[in-house]
């Protein structure tokens, strides 16, 4: 009986043999994934019953397939591969499906090792594969760059300040998806590279711009990964300047609104608004995050910037644009400061007057709708200066509690000196 078991053990394992012997990349690819299923957790004595002590026949075979891959690669990049493979990117008489078959000939070099993605990264790679995600049409094609750029990034101590620098180079660029896709690998790879880039607050600032929302929410969480390091205080101090456009920006605005009166294409000249409104959502979002930062803010004047923002009225053909993302979120930002800091609700109440303040509490998003011209200009022309308030209130309120102090320590020496 047993001789029967032994005979059709051999005959399976010749059969998985031949099989392996017959097969092309991508069957046995599937071969060894059935393999690692199924001999998950099995000792080498095992194995060897089950291969009918010829697991080494299976061994010797699959190190054989690999140096002989191996050796293919190296001969590959001995002839110029890479540079190869780099230069297909920046032909523009191919088609983009040459171009996204290069990259994924890319992601095999890169995932082949470190000394690999190394040399990818010397024949100026990393430049040529960012050059390429800024100007590709076609977002499968662009996410596969961004698996690319991913792998680069890992594992390659060397070069990885390259893809980080590449990664903030590429915000400013004018594709949508190449922003949103290089946010999200910017978010991985500050933390492999620790410390910040000087360029990345102006960058990161910059995308706030974007009309698209899925570009502006993954800034939005890069300035709230952010937080943690030594850009913190610049960049909340660049949010807050946001919040009142230069009059360079609005004079753009107002000019080519008077060019094209009545079109539908304000979205296109509103790039300060946008951003105005973003900024506001943006420190909505901080202060709820961390109660110290929202106490920086108040010494950074932003319930004056966010006044100015609420009162924003004065282009009414892009009010219905930008209302919905620059009011309500200032408006919403705004009543976050007043619930949390009560001089914070008495400088407003003050610079609104009672009736605008009420407007205000009752239903803040909706304020736009309700206040007039003239309220609207309250708002833009306030003159609230909340770090010099708090001062104030600060050398106020020291001396008195300097007298408390005395006054409770002659009541003490009186206690200890009565009977």
Request: net charge negative.
């Amino acid at each position: 009986m047993s001789s029967i078991k032994e005979q059709a053990a051999i005959s399976r394992l010749i059969s998985f043999l031949q099989e392996w012997d017959s097969a092309n990349k991508l069957t046995r690819h599937r071969i060894l994934d059935n393999f690692i299923m199924t001999s998950h957790g099995k000792t080498g004595p095992e194995l060897e019953v089950e291969f009918s002590q010829g697991a080494s026949l299976f061994l010797a075979r699959l190190t054989a397939w690999l140096r002989l891959t191996q050796r293919y690669l190296i001969e590959f990049l001995e002839v110029g591969g890479i540079l190869t493979l780099l230069e297909i990117l920046g032909l523009k008489q191919l088609k983009e499906e040459a171009k996204r078959e290069s990259i994924k000939l890319l992601q095999l070099v890169a995932s082949s090792g470190r000394k690999f993605k190394e040399l990818i990264c010397e024949s100026y790679g990393v430049r040529s594969i960012a050059e390429f995600l800024a100007t590709s049409k076609s977002e499968e094609t662009q996410e596969q760059v961004q698996i690319l750029l991913d792998n680069l990034g890992h594992g390659n101590p060397k070069y990885q300040n390259q893809v980080y620098k590449g990664l903030i180079a590429l915000l400013k660029c004018t594709s949508p998806k190449a922003q949103q896709l290089s946010l999200q690998t910017l978010r991985i790879m500050q933390t492999i590279v620790g410390q910040t880039h000087p360029n990345i607050v102006e960058s990161v600032l910059g995308v706030l711009r974007s009309v698209h929302l899925e570009v502006q929410y993954e800034g939005i969480q890069l300035i709230r990964d952010l937080m943690a390091y030594d850009v913190q205080l610049e960049l909340l101090k660049g949010l807050v300047s946001l919040l009142k456009p230069s009059r360079q920006e609005t004079a753009k605005v107002q000019a080519r609104i008077l060019e094209e009166p009545g079109s539908l294409r304000l979205m296109e000249s509103l790039p300060a608004y946008i951003q105005q409104a973003a900024a506001a959502k943006t420190i909505g979002i901080l202060a709820q995050d961390s109660n110290r930062v929202a106490e920086e803010l108040i010494y950074l004047n932003v319930v004056h910037g966010l006044m100015c923002a609420m009162g924003n009225k004065d282009h009414t053909n892009c009010q219905r644009q930008a209302s919905i993302t620059l009011e309500s979120h200032c408006n919403v930002s705004l009543q976050h400061f007043v619930k949390m800091f009560l001089l914070v609700e008495e400088t407003v109440r003050r610079a609104m007057g009672e009736k605008l303040f009420q407007l205000f509490t009752k239903d803040p998003t909706n304020l736009y709708l309700n206040m007039d011209a003239v309220q609207a200009d309250i708002l833009v022309t306030n003159i609230i200066n909340m770090p010099g308030d708090l001062l104030d209130i600060a050398n106020t309120e020291l001396p008195q509690a300097e007298e408390s102090n005395s006054e409770m320590e002659l009541q003490t020496e009186d206690r200890n000196k009565s009977p």
